[in-house]
Nanobody, 116 residues
Framework: QVQLVESGGGLVQAGGSLRLSCAVS????????IGWYRQAPGKQRGLVAA???????MYVDSVKGRFTISRDNARNTVYLQMNSLKPEDTAVYYC??????????WGQGTQVTVSS
């Protein structure tokens, strides 16, 4: 069974930082590129950043230069370091394979709230 457990969210002031973690079941982790997604209130869930098995990364334009995705293969964990946070980054953040479908299994997510 797939395990996707997100953690590390919280409330932070604009300009602050947070580091999100995603614990992934080993079999899932070893065969997939992993992405971080987010869903703001009233909006659809969308990709924020992704990392391949080889470590190649990609980011959406709105987070380039502020967010860094990384993976620890020994711990089956993917991280999202978020710096210079903005109120528009407020959302529930999820991790999953990349690409992922709405109908795929999703974890509970972790709430990130950035106050102005």
């Amino acid at each position: 069974q797939v395990q996707l457990v997100e953690s590390g969210g919280g409330l932070v002031q604009a300009g602050g930082s947070l580091r999100l973690s995603c614990a992934v079941s080993s079999s899932f982790f070893s065969i997939n590129a992993i992405g971080w997604y987010r869903q703001a209130p009233g909006k659809q869930r969308g990709l924020v950043a992704a990392i391949t098995r080889a470590g190649t990364t990609m980011y959406v334009d709105s987070v380039k230069g502020r967010f860094t995705i990384s993976r620890d293969n020994a711990r089956n964990t993917v991280y999202l370091q978020m710096n210079s946070l903005k109120p528009e980054d407020t959302a529930v953040y999820y991790c999953n394979k990349h690409p992922a479908l709405k109908t795929d299994y999703w974890g509970q997510g972790t709430q990130v709230t950035v106050s102005s």
